[in-house]
């Protein structure tokens, strides 16, 4: 297996790794760097649960392969509170049950910071459609969408 | 009450907010191991030989566990009827076969997961295949193939009710609707695979850390398998991404257990970490049942009940599992919530080489529900009533006899529930009767209806099970009570019960929520506390910890410091059911539900939009509000999903659907406009505070009320689902 040197910026800490060229941006993250909040839900891009923020942009991290991240940014779960401080969203979700067994809330919240980010005030419809990617089969998504907009209006995706 | 009836926030809100909480799969330790499994992947066959030396020979390969290797080789929920590894060499009779895809086969245990991965394919297993049985029908028939060589018959479990006369019933009947009604499989996706790790710890136990739903009796199923004591074995249960009945049977703990007892035997003490792909879960846990059930229903023109004669076959899969159980639920449910003078229940449940069907949300209610729920739908029609009017003539009160021949237990309030449902929904009351309101009018190009349905569930484990529950109340302090530690098993499974548990403690000692931490989940430190299942841990764990508070709060009137007491709450008897009529006590408490649906369809495209659902239960008291109404939020999604889009398809014993991507659960882009649980409270005289279970309760009626919905809309009644376009466009003569 060939492998490469990469260097990126991982929830704002730089990383140089040399990594397998099949490996994806999900085992980066869970198994060489030991940040688990990032879930594997199928390795398929087809639950979002794995969802990470790439150069801003939400995607799949199973789906990204490792040498294409060479210069770029990620940001993870574990990025989004700054000195133990939740964003708004995170504020939200928790207040408003909209986790239960909390296997997708990971990947949700990446989803909607993104959302937030590009539209800090969306309508319903919009947040469905950037939820759309994750699924969750424990909450019935309604709370979910009741705390991003709780969210848009207490302060957004910061 | 200050700590019970808020919306507290979750205890572990904060940890799976910034994804802190720790999964099976997300659990490491330096120096672990990786574990795979080799599965059957064929539905029956008799495994002649299995050549493990090729994978043996891989650089990186540590161990390979085949059948010879388990000391025990059998394990179950219900009876031990399924082997650990199937194969030759083990000394309990045919424990050589396999009977259905899923079925492990070896375990290879090396370096990394890759390297396990391509070990398991140099392993060379001579199968002698076997005609698999697929379908129950053949597979009740005298001289079917048996799929357990040792039992006589391929059945699991059967039940018979006999009440009344029915030959009676049916000849005072002026209407007669016979119905046949077939229920599909349901995949849990539950969202984390299966995963977990296997260590021994400093006490020497054999430590199983991974997703389950009742501590205690996955430690007994390891330990039984591996020949060890009890005390030898120690089960944690990490945060667990969902598990709906899905986590009731054991999947990655015994091998798991097994791999590092034997390695540990060959000098190797590393830990063993296994992650299941979302293809393996689908494949390697059981399912929801598939029902078959025919059924004939009379009443009188004025609208009363006289004759139900059912009969079910469930499709039980190639292990018990718990269809046993599940059948007596469906059994139960098949006359729903009526005063029925006579009738007639056969039912059974039998094997096939199939995925096992077994516990999921609802455990057979929803299917028996489905079948008497359709039938009222359809004789109100006959009699031209309203559906909630002739129910409400219909339903079961404190002291009518049940179907079971005895009086439904606690406070039965159906009529007050139904009627709730009705006025919070598509109904009104004119000059004392129920009925249906002018309708909105429907978008161009759709069809709009509505239904309704109601039904009931138990709430613990029945028929004779002496339901218990164990719990640990610890008081810290010197003065006054500073610090409160309840030890109490149940899982956290995402239901929310850590926090309920929290909640109640509080409320029993008398202090505020923050003062009280739970530690649970790891069977060195709690008692049992019977399953998550049956709708039953608030109730039981409830119970208990009230009780522990109780006698801790008296030794800490007697000066005790710290005052710890440990109480077992013992919930009132029930009795097995008599075999030939079914008579009998099965359950101590049940929770009532009525739902209420409209829909739109489109009949040119097939399509349905699910636009409005009221979804009504009495709780008891909801300990947790929030909690509550996110449980009927959750249960109505699953159960949307169960009616409308999850198709499982198994074709000669082989799973088609193994992908998120072809087994299609509802999105964020799929739930209803309007989604309205209705909460009642009306104290359960036994329930802690009042409180009833309420978790299954959701799933429980939904399907007949959309269906209910959708003949609304067209015209016509469909008794099978899936509800996909294709099937909708049959029913109407589309296509
Ligand atoms: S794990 Fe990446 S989409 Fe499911
Ligand atoms: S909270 Fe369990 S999958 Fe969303």
Redesign the pocket.
């Known amino acids: 297996m060939a492998h490469h040197m990469i260097s990126l910026l991982v929830n704002g800490q730089k990383e140089k790794l040399l990594v397998p060229s099949n490996l994806t941006l999900l085992h980066v993250l869970r198994d060489m760097l030991g940040l688990t909040g990032t879930k594997n839900g199928c390795e398929a891009g087809e639950c979002g649960a794995c969802t990470v923020l790439l150069d801003g942009e939400p995607v799949n991290s199973c789906m990204v392969l490792a040498p294409e991240l060479d210069g770029r940014e990620v940001i993870t779960v574990e990025g989004l509170a700054k000195d133990g401080q939740l964003t708004p969203l995170q504020e939200a979700f928790a207040e408003l049950s909209a ?7 990971p990947g ?1 919240l990446m989803s909607a910071t993104a959302l937030l980010r590009r539209k800090p005030h969306p309508t319903q419809q919009d947040v469905q459609e950037a939820l759309v990617g994750n ?5 019935g998504y309604q709370r979910i969408i009741d705390a991003v907009m709780v969210a848009s209006r207490t302060g957004g995706a910061e | 009450m200050q700590a019970i009836g808020k919306s507290q926030r979750r205890v572990d809100a904060l940890d799976k907010v910034l994804g802190r909480a720790a999964y099976p799969g997300d659990l490491t330790r330096p120096d672990q191991l990786h574990m795979k499994i080799l599965f059957a992947g064929r539905p029956h066959a008799i495994v002649k030989e299995i050549d493990t030396s090729k994978a043996a020979a891989l650089e990186g390969v540590c161990l390979i566990l085949t059948a010879k290797d388990v000391p025990c080789n059998e394990y179950g929920l219900q009876i031990p009827d399924q082997p650990v590894l199937c194969g030759p060499g083990s000394s309990k009779p045919y424990t050589d076969r396999v009977r259905f895809v899923g079925d492990q086969v070896a375990a290879v245990v090396a370096e990394s997961e890759e390297i396990a991965a391509a070990a398991c394919k140099l392993i060379e297993v001579t199968y002698e295949d076997l005609p698999p049985v697929l379908d129950p029908f053949e597979s009740l028939q005298e001289g079917a193939f048996l799929i357990h060589p040792d039992k006589d018959s391929n059945i699991f479990q059967s039940y018979r009710l006999r009440k009344g006369d029915l030959k009676q019933g049916f000849q005072d009947a002026d209407v007669i609707v016979e119905g046949e009604y077939h229920t599909p499989v349901q995949e849990h996706i ?2 984390q695979p299966e995963a977990g790790l296997a260590y021994y710890d400093e006490e020497g136990r054999v430590v199983v850390a991974a997703g389950g739903q009742w501590a205690h009796e996955e430690q007994e199923q390891i330990a039984h398998s591996l020949g060890l004591e009890l005390d030898q074995v120690r089960v944690i249960h990490p945060a667990i ?2 598990a709906f009945g899905g986590r009731e049977d054991i999947s990655v703990q015994i091998v798991l257990g097994l791999a590092v007892l034997r390695l540990r035997e060959k000098g190797i003490d590393r830990p063993v970490k296994i992650v299941w792909s979302r293809e393996e879960s689908i494949i390697g846990h059981h399912k929801r049942h598939a029902y078959h059930i025919k059924t004939r229903w009379g009443a009188t023109r004025d609208g009363k009940l006289t004759a139900a004669e059912v009969d079910i076959v469930a499709d039980g899969g190639a292990y018990m599992y718990t269809s046993n159980k599940v059948l007596l639920n469906a059994f139960i449910a098949c006359t729903s919530v009526y005063d029925i003078p006579n009738i007639k229940v056969d039912a059974r449940a039998v094997a096939t080489n199939k995925v096992p069907g077994g516990a999921f949300r609802g455990f057979g209610g929803p299917q028996g529900t489905f079948s008497a729920e359709s039938q009222m739908n359809k004789l109100a029609e006959e009699l031209g009533l309203d559906p909630v009017e002739f129910r409400l003539k219909n339903v079961l009160h404190k002291g009518s006899l049940t179907s079971v021949s005895t009086s439904l237990p606690g406070i039965v309030n159906i009529t007050d529930v139904l009627e709730r449902c009705a006025e919070e929904s598509f109904w009104e009351k004119r000059q004392g009767s129920w009925e249906i309101q002018e309708a909105h009018p429907e978008p161009e190009g759709f069809q709009r209806g509505v239904g309704f349905a109601c039904g009931l569930k138990n709430i613990g484990f029945s028929a004779g099970y002496q339901e218990n529950s164990w719990a640990t109340v610890e008081l810290y302090g010197s003065e006054t009570i500073e610090e409160v530690i309840v030890r109490h098993a149940a899982a956290e499974v ?1 239901q929310g019960t850590h926090t309920a548990i929290v909640q109640m403690t509080a409320e029993a000692v008398g202090v505020p929520v923050e003062k009280v931490r739970i530690i649970s989940a790891d069977t060195a430190e709690t008692r049992d506390s019977g399953s998550v299942s049956a709708s039953r841990m608030t109730f039981m764990a409830g119970n208990s910890v009230y009780g522990a508070a109780k006698a801790a709060l008296k030794k800490w009137e007697e000066e005790e410091r710290p005052a710890i007491a440990t109480y077992q709450y013992l919930a009132p008897k029930t009795t097995k059911l008599d075999p030939d009529t079914g008579a009998g006590k099965p359950n101590f408490a049940y929770g009532y539900t009525a739902q209420a649906v409209e829909l739109l369809v489109d009949p040119e495209t097939g399509q349905i939009v699910v636009t409005r659902v009221y979804s009504t239960h009495d709780v008891g008291r909801a300990i947790n509000p929030d909690q509550v109404r996110g449980q009927i939020e959750g249960g109505v999604v699953q159960a949307l999903g169960y009616v409308l889009t999850e198709k499982f398809i198994q074709e000669g014993g082989y799973v088609r659907t193994d992908k998120l991507s072809t087994y299609l659960i509802p999105t964020v882009q799929d739930i209803p406009e309007v989604l309205q649980p209705v909460v009642m409270e009306n104290p359960d005289p036994n329930g802690p505070w009042g409180a009833l279970g309420m978790a299954e309760m959701p799933f429980i009626s939904l399907a007949p009320a959309v269906t209910a919905a959708l003949h609304d809309a067209t015209g016509i009644w469909f008794d099978d689902f899936p509800l996909t376009p294709e099937r909708v466009l049959r029913g109407l003569g589309k296509i």
């Open positions: 986790v239960q067994c909390g296997y997708c809330t949700m699924l969750c089969r424990c909450t | 539950f969202l991404g969902g995402g």
